[in-house]
């Protein structure tokens, strides 16, 4: 799955657990001003800190219980490989542009 981030930001490909990148065509100051407070830069280049409970809110109606569980299968990986923040509750995210 992927947040796209344009006119605005929406989530895509979000039954796709293998993968999370925020894809923008621009700085990381301006994905970061775009979530509006949802997101922060990382100390990594090219990668972002994104509230996990904000991927949840765009999954909209995808997020059922089955979706919930895949999602946090991959949640789990993540913290496996130090992508979770567990104090801010953020994901961490690399940075691609879009296409």
Do not use: C
């Amino acid at each position: 799955m992927f947040i796209a981030i344009a006119d605005t930001i929406t989530l895509e490909d979000s039954g796709n657990f293998r993968e999370f990148h925020v894809a923008i065509d621009g700085d990381i100051a301006a994905a970061v001003a775009a979530f509006d407070g949802r997101a922060t830069a990382s100390e990594r280049d090219n990668h972002l800190w994104i509230d996990i409970a904000f991927v949840q809110e765009l999954a909209g109606d995808t997020a059922d219980a089955e979706w919930q569980a895949q999602f946090d299968g991959m949640l789990a990986y993540a913290n496996s490989k130090g992508w979770i923040d567990e104090t801010a509750n953020r994901v961490e995210a690399h940075i691609q542009p879009p296409g």
